[in-house]
């Protein structure tokens, strides 16, 4: 008896696996190199009947791998759904396109209708986002609901590349009537920037069909944000928005604000770490009043916010029956303010719903109110160094779950990343950086760009201490990696990059009308270190000679850097 029911329950655990259609190798540890190592995987995708779903997460597929699974994959029409991520951990980059084209190219070729792709946690940066660009183009995208790629350092370019694919499948897909709905977009820690998340706004407001979007930690700031924002306005079902450790500043934050009035399903809004400071926040505050009736969690954390803000916040949240948790840790409301804002909460019968707010960065010391000039990405370098230090990085995890949790992370201060630093250089955050800090940053910027890597380099040199020996030589390491790696890449352009040095210092004028960075004495002492590089052309050195030597008021407070830095220049070129 007891035999037969433990038969029944395996025939009914055999018969709902077959019914999911899903393979699954997930978090098996296997290194998949050639075709030999894939056989027994091979033969169960040839003998799986209607496969559906196949998960290789946790595992690492090399090309040849790739291929053969590809080639099993070719004849599953049935096929669904793709959780593939983390399954290149030790590859090389280069190793990763190939792969993706070869298993993308078999799904098209078997007529697959994706409903997820999942590729996270696998840094295949611009070149990988190419590895899918034909895929995500093409039918078998048409249906695709959730689209999965945390971590992945896409970078700006990447992010257009995929912006550019998404348009171009939904205005297909919508010329042959079943327009691409994507539901869920995940590309938290891809480095997409203004560039890049204005690229992929463009593609959102074309599709007007996201539910839940999870941008954390792209180093956007308030441009970005605001395209964003005019993007969110056409996604009538969004129910999730996770921006958190971005710049808004007043201006984004104002703008998306704007935005959110004009949805009703939002359920979930983590802005925390995102600068969005009184202005912001009291905007918050108003929509948030005005709408939002069905509102479950507002994470406002880490972002300069003062009492009063925070209490018009706090009121806001009245009659909000749906509200499960409002947190406002981390910003600078003093004892008195933090009382205040328990208060109010309590006076609403909703004390539960506050989170801590035990890193509380007490009153600011001035009223900051009139830095407006820190909401245009172009005046960063005026922003006072103590403030930029505040920045701190969050951990994301809850992308890898469904979309059934709301929950977002507890508000948890981290020393900040490679982007945090370039989108706010700092000394001290350069430091933190650790002694991995030249790679870090080689990896981060984009070297193919002039434009970028000339940005990157005077970012970098902008802390430079003549008197601080620690900062001194992170510096200068970090620049000789990254203007290495720039100059050992067969397509870099040298002139473009002095190019785009000279109109940054303010040299010489640009047709783009490209705003000149504030000169410090840093900026030259580093150039005056590059110069006499081996990876420095001889023909640049004649070329920043020239310029140097010109009088120009934007050098004049660099006083004796500059001298240095001519001296030096008329001996390299001497001696070459």
Known sequence: MATDIVAQLADSLAKAGVEDGELSYKGQGRKLD????????????????????????????????????????????????????????GRLRSEIPPALNSLGDALMLAGARLTVLDLSDNAFGPDGVKGIEKLLKSTACFTLQELRLNNCGMGIGGGKILAASLTHCHRISSAEGSPLSLKV????????????????????????????????????????????????QHNAALRILNLNDNTFTEKGAIAMAQALKHLRSVQVINFGDCLVRPAGATAMAETVSEGLPILKELNLSYGEITEEAALAVAQAVKGKDKLEKLDLNGN?????????????ME????????????????????????????D???????????????????????????????????????????SSFLSFPSPDKLLKLGANRALLIEQQVDVSDPTKTAEAFLKIASVYK?????????????????????????????????????????????????KPVLVVPGHLHALEHVV???????????????????????????????????????????ES
């Open 34 to 89: 050639d075709a030999q190592s894939v056989e027994e995987i091979v033969k169960e995708i040839h003998d799986f009947e209607g496969l559906q779903a196949l998960r290789l997460e946790g595992n690492t597929v090399g090309v040849e791998a790739a291929q053969a699974i590809a080639k099993a994959l070719e004849t599953k029409s049935d096929f669904k759904r793709c959780y593939w991520s983390d399954m290149f951990t």
């Open 185 to 232: 977009f995940v590309a938290g820690r891809n480095r997409l920037e203004n560039d890049g998340a204005t690229a992929l706004a463009q593609a959102f407001q074309s599709m007007g069909s996201l539910e839940e979007v999870h941008m954390p930690q792209n180093g956007i700031n308030h441009a970005g944000i605001t395209a964003l924002a005019s993007a969110m």
């Open 332 to 344: 600078c409301l003093g004892e008195d303010g933090c009382m205040a804002v328990k208060d109010a």
């Open 347 to 374: 006076s609403l019968n909703m004390a539960e719903i506050l989170g801590t707010l035990s890193d509380d960065e007490g009153e600011p010391e001035d009223d900051d109110d009139d830095d407006d000039e820190e």
């Open 376 to 418: 245009d990405e172009e005046d960063l370098e005026d922003v006072d160094e103590e403030e930029l230090e505040e920045e701190e990085e969050e951990e994301e995890e809850e992308e890898e779950h469904g979309t059934s949790k709301f929950s977002t992370p507890v508000s948890a201060p981290r020393p900040p990343d490679v």
């Open 466 to 514: 003549e008197e601080n020996r620690d900062v001194k030589n992170a510096v200068l390491d970090s620049i000789d990696a990254l203007l290495r790696k720039a100059y050992s890449t067969p397509s870099f352009q040298g002139c473009s990059f002095v190019s785009s040095l000279l109109v940054l210092l303010g040299l010489i004028k640009s047709e783009d009308k490209v």
């Open 532 to 574: 006499q590089q081996d990876y420095f052309p001889e023909q640049s050195v004649a070329v920043l000679e020239a310029f140097m030597s010109r009088s120009n008021k934007t050098l004049e407070s660099c006083g004796n850097a500059r001298h240095v830095l001519q001296s030096t220049l008329q001996r390299v070129k001497s």
